[in-house]
């Protein structure tokens, strides 16, 4: 079965400080792969999402994810992080014919 | 831009009592869901549904169920509420035929925070 691991359960920050939010998941083929998130008191929202094509995909608020298939990993980055981008953020993976499922989330203090 | 609209999002319901968890989307959606979101956890797949009156089972549908009378509309059912079920419950709708297992973005609602006493 596939599962999804989110190491970090919380990350703090200072602004401007680069971020990497690690992703792991065990499914042996081909993937869909995602990142939410969820700033305070908002709804869940698609931050970016990989399918196929380069494996460095960039999404909104200058954040991106590169997926290492090697490794199993889409691990989401930000080279400068500001107050705003705190939020919890979830990864989610689906494989073919499969559910979406989603990791445990990292919340993301930034201290301004 | 699609709105997904849970009707409550706060509610205090006793052990024992039948819960309804109402679900409106307006963007003509053919796949939606419910989640269970808990601290460490994450999110989890309670029940789906691709299509009007179909329904499948997701991770932990146990205690639950739900109801798929018209397309915009989605109903999650705590026969019998109890308070290992509480929690975040979040709806979500996704626009093609793939079920759950669409690769397409997911739109969830503002969720609904369940307190079962």
């Known amino acids: 079965a596939q599962s999804v691991s989110q190491h970090n359960h919380h990350v703090i920050l200072s602004e401007a400080a680069s971020l990497e939010l690690g992703c792991n998941y065990s499914?042996?083929?081909?993937?869909?792969l995602f990142w939410y998130v969820q700033y305070p008191g908002q709804h869940l929202q698609l931050l970016l999402k990989?399918?196929?094509?380069?494996?460095l995909v960039k999404g909104i608020k200058g954040f991106e994810a590169e997926f290492i298939k090697s490794k199993f990993s889409f691990n989401l980055r930000k080279p400068s992080v500001q107050w705003s981008d705190t939020a919890e953020y979830f990864c989610a993976v689906n494989a073919r014919a499969s559910k979406i499922i989603f990791g445990s989330g990292t919340r993301l203090s930034i201290r301004p | 831009d699609v709105k997904v609209t849970q009707s409550s999002r706060y509610l205090v319901k006793r052990t024992g009592e039948k819960v309804f968890l109402e679900c409106v989307q307006d963007m003509d959606h053919e796949n939606m869901f419910w989640y269970r979101q808990d601290p460490g956890l994450g999110l989890r797949l309670i029940y789906f549904s691709y299509d009007v009156k179909m329904k499948e089972k997701g991770d932990i549908p146990e205690g639950y169920s739900v109801s798929r009378e018209k397309k915009e509309r989605f109903s999650l059912i705590l026969e019998s509420a109890s308070t290992n079920q509480t929690s975040m419950y979040l709806c979500?709708?996704?626009?093609?035929?793939?079920?759950?297992?669409?690769?397409?973005?997911?739109?969830f609602g503002s969720g609904t925070q369940l307190s079962v006493l």
């Open positions: 499914y042996g083929g081909t993937v869909n």
């Open positions: 990989y399918f196929s094509g380069d494996p």
């Open positions: 979500a709708s996704s626009l093609g035929h793939g079920g759950a297992t669409t690769n397409e973005k997911l739109f």
